[in-house]
């Protein structure tokens, strides 16, 4: 059924699907109406289907901004409209005064920052008088819920400042020993600065919790091994958590290799270790006399026990469970100092949510000597030139990945399109004349390793695989990267999987493969990955793209649901939030002040973290 509705400004189509007849019935011709709903157009007319109306008479007031409120098929059904919601919140508002809903905030936040006060807000955020309310009643909600954030964070920064840690009171011979004569090469002054830092954290007799960010072949692992340098130099053990044994066994062989000429123990410890070898590394961790331990969570298994644990370094922590990270603070009577590393930067409003309580270095320069890798966008049409590409590389000894989506709603049709690949690889190269490996998660660990050591040996120059690659594989040969469908990858990833290649002097390459018909947010997250090679640039751009709720780790991070707070569009709210937290902080730290009763509400209202709050 189709009715036309007209007022001074011209006419609109009403439209109903459902329940014509009863509409028929109850609508007066040419009767005054208030009418809501969204507005649509067809052929260029404008409409609204299934509109909330009511008749306009006497006692009916025209209303202004009007509320919408969240509400189901189901309450419209049985009419309960969204402007039944609002005419039982309005009647409400005129029950309750403003000691109904005092203020929490201290008068001086409210005159420093402009703020209305809560009962004008919540008034107003339902029924403004005016657009200037709207934006007042959003703002000072917003800046409520950031401060109610950025209050949690202090405290917990707060707490760590607090927490006992061991002391390392020197800079003894193994430091000092490879830093003059064991460097590969001479340390970015970006990694001379987080050093440092680490160092004066160590030396205060509090724990470090720290988060040292870097983008993929920045150097961490350079500064790891030199923290643990550090704490074998003040009598203490070290421990490196990976999250794949893979890197484990990375992290194991890179580390052994820097360490080789000066005679310090190094063992790994992973699921695989069995036996009398698991035995020997268990022993002599006990007794202290293996002072550098690479592992998986297996580090954190109740067997394990350390004579002297002092340092804890956790690589891609996003990847371990909240509680496996806690175990290894239990790992000595003191918690150890705890080094975290990331090789996916971290935008700066993400940070002051997600790691707020950290401190956070940076490691913002490439050691000498990497090129930069050349990253091109091709699609379908392209696809035998990419290839032709792909062959002259390998020709000249290099080594390319091919990866392929693999994402678990469509896990089947995935693993059919990287079969269908693979067989697609082999026309291209074939196997007479070329080695291929595969590696997908379907197989079993002891092949995936098998497979993945063969491209790493040189043994197969091409290896075809899902995203299982993303993280900690260096092969410094390998010189090219080919991302099937790359399209189906968030910007973050890409420059994940794009860092698997360029760990070696030979110039690499990124190729993007994609659809001919690419979505808006696709094409610019090609471009966006052609300009730049800025992992922080890279971060930016994917949090503004896709918000914080869908960036990996923050389900897991205890970062705060916000109603109406989005980090990225108000970052200067968020940044305002920042220092009158630490402020009011720094002058009651128990918030125990009468005029911070109503701060002391809002965290109670606000809090929903465990009380494995603490661990970083």
Known sequence: MVAEFFDDSGKIELIWFQGAQWMKKSLVDH??????????????????????????????????????????????????????????????????????????????????????????????IHFPDTDEHMQMARYRLKWEELLASQLKIARLRLQHTVQ????????????????????????????????????????????????????VGSGKTM??????????????????????????QQHFNSIRKLLSGLDIPVAILTGNIKGKERKEVLEKLHNGSLPIVVGTHALVE??????????????????????????????????????????????????????????????????????????????????????????????????????????????????ESLMAGYEQVKVWFPEHKYNIAMVHGKQEAALRERNMQRFISGEAQILVSTTVIEVGVDVPNASVMLIESAERFGLSQLHQLRGRVGRGAEQSYCILLTGNKLSNESAERMKTMVLTSNGFIIAEK??????????????QSGIMKF???????????????????????????????????????????????SHWAKIS
């Open 31 to 124: 009767g005054k109406y208030i009418l809501f709903g969204k507005v649509s157009f067809f052929n260029g007319v404008p409409n609204i289907a299934h509109p909330e109306m009511e008749p306009l008479n006497s006692e009916t007031s025209i209303p202004g901004l009007q509320p919408v409120y969240p509400t189901t098929e189901k309450l419209r059904a049985k009419g309960i409209s969204n402007r039944s919601f609002a005419k039982i919140t309005q009647s409400l508002f005129e029950k309750i005064s403003q000691r109904d809903i005092p203020e929490i905030l201290p008068s001086n936040i409210l005159s420093q920052y402009q703020l209305c006060n809560r009962f004008n807000a919540i008034r107003w």
């Open 164 to 215: 006992q840690g061991w002391k390392f009171e020197k800079v003894g011979d193994n430091f000092n020993n490879f830093f003059s004569h064991h460097l590969p090469f001479e340390l970015t002054g970006a990694q001379k600065r987080v050093i440092r830092e680490i160092r004066v954290d160590t030396a205060t007799g509090k724990q470090m919790n720290r988060l040292l960010q870097g983008d």
């Open 223 to 248: 500064v790891a091994v030199m923290s643990m340098l550090l704490a074998m130099d003040n009598g203490f053990q070290a421990c490196l958590m990976a999250p794949t044994e893979i890197l484990a």
């Open 302 to 415: 109740d067997a394990v026990k350390f004579k002297n644990l002092g340092l804890a370094v956790i690589d891609e922590q996003h990847r371990f469970g909240v509680e496996q990270r806690s175990k290894l603070w239990k790992k000595n009577e003191i918690p150890p100092h705890v080094l975290v590393m990331t090789a996916t930067p971290i935008p700066r409003t993400l940070a002051m949510t997600m790691y707020g309580d950290l401190d956070v270095s940076t490691i913002d320069e490439l050691p000498p000597g990497r090129q930069e890798i050349k990253t091109v966008h091709r699609n379908e049409m392209g696809r035998a030139k990419v290839m032709e590409f792909i062959k002259t590389e390998v020709n000249k000894g290099r080594q390319a990945y091919i990866v392929y989506p693999l994402i678990e709603e469509s896990e089947k049709m995935d693993y």
């Open 542 to 555: 994917d949090l503004a793209m896709r918000g914080p709720g869908d960036l990996s780790g923050t389900q």
């Open 563 to 609: 109603k109406l707070a989005d980090i990225v569009a108000d970052s200067a709210i968020l940044e305002q939030t920042r220092a009158a937290a630490q402020q009011i902080i720094n002058e009651d730290p128990g918030l125990t002040q009468p005029h911070h009763y109503g701060l002391r509400i809002l965290l109670t209202e606000k809090s929903h973290q």
